[in-house]
């Protein structure tokens, strides 16, 4: 016979899969979704062109993810997580001929970074005793992050060669996305767990402002001697004729970031991640 106060204890303490857990894992994310890269594969000479279409999704690459969840149940519970794209490059190359001895030939790489920020609802159905099955419905929400575009550039000509690097770095507008994951969980002791999903995102970022932090033409920094306008660059849902830019009769106003219509970026993704839980 278990002892009263043996038995209080007993009901209540949180039955595994219950109460406050901590999670850390990482993920591998595929691009999904995919659109336009800034620019296409271009191979051409004086008599011939090849172009092809290069694509992609800023959402993937390999995704550090730390989270606090609690369970209400052993079937649901409430899950917060931050996760950091450490995101994959993607590339392309451009050689354009200008007349029969000319040739300028461009390699340009891209790739993002964002902290975001992942509240759900979690749903777990267990199996039995030491595997359980289990959800994650919820958002995605960038707080911090960037594209940064590198170009190496070199112009060609007889008795002339000239290479230019310049770095460009693009930070969006606040938004919101879905996030989500299935995966399985597997019990090691009464305070760890093995859990491993299939998960995915779906997220489209405006772009908001831009900044050329780069700008070298054979080893000498130009940039000190750039204009406001000329590295800085504040996206808009509408040009006007008070806009900075061409569409102004007065000019543009080197002092003040050029002004371009916003662009929509996608951060789609698939991946697959695992990690440890440990619980409190």
């Not at 000019?251 to 839980?277: C, D, K, R, W």
């Amino acid at each position: 016979m278990v002892p009263l106060r043996s038995a209080c204890i007993l009901a209540t303490v949180p039955t595994y899969g219950q109460g406050l857990y901590i999670k850390a894992g990482a993920s591998y994310a595929l691009p999904m979704g995919k659109q336009e890269f800034i620019t296409n594969d271009v191979s051409a000479t004086a008599t011939s062109i090849n172009e092809t279409l290069v694509s992609t999704s800023y959402g993937k690459g390999i995704i550090p993810t730390v989270g606090i969840g609690f369970m209400f149940t052993e079937f649901i519970g409430f899950e917060l997580a931050g996760s950091y794209l450490i995101g994959g490059k993607t590339e392309a190359n451009v050689s354009i001929p200008y007349g029969s001895e000319d040739l300028e030939v461009s390699k340009i790489s891209s790739k993002a970074s964002s902290i975001n920020l992942l509240p759900a609802i979690v749903l777990k159905a267990p199996v039995n005793g030491q595997i359980g099955i289990y959800s994650r419905t919820g958002l995605t929400i960038p707080i911090a992050g960037k594209i940064t575009t590198t170009a190496s550039t070199t112009y060609t000509a007889p008795g002339v060669s000239t290479v230019v690097n310049q770095t460009r770095e693009v930070k969006g507008n606040m938004t919101v996305g879905i996030a989500g994951g299935l995966g399985v969980s597997i019990k090691l002791n009464n305070r760890l767990s093995f859990w491993a999903e299939a998960n995915g995102q779906m997220l489209n970022v405006w772009s908001k402002t831009a900044e050329v932090t780069q700008y070298e033409v054979d080893g000498s920094d130009l940039l000190p001697s750039f204009s406001v306008a000329d590295k800085e660059v504040n996206y808009v849902k509408e040009l006007t004729q008070s806009s900075n830019n061409e569409y102004n009769p007065s000019g543009i106003n080197e002092n003040e970031p050029y002004e371009e219509m916003t662009q929509q970026v996608s951060f789609h993704n698939l991946g697959i991640g695992v990690g440890i839980a440990f619980h409190l």
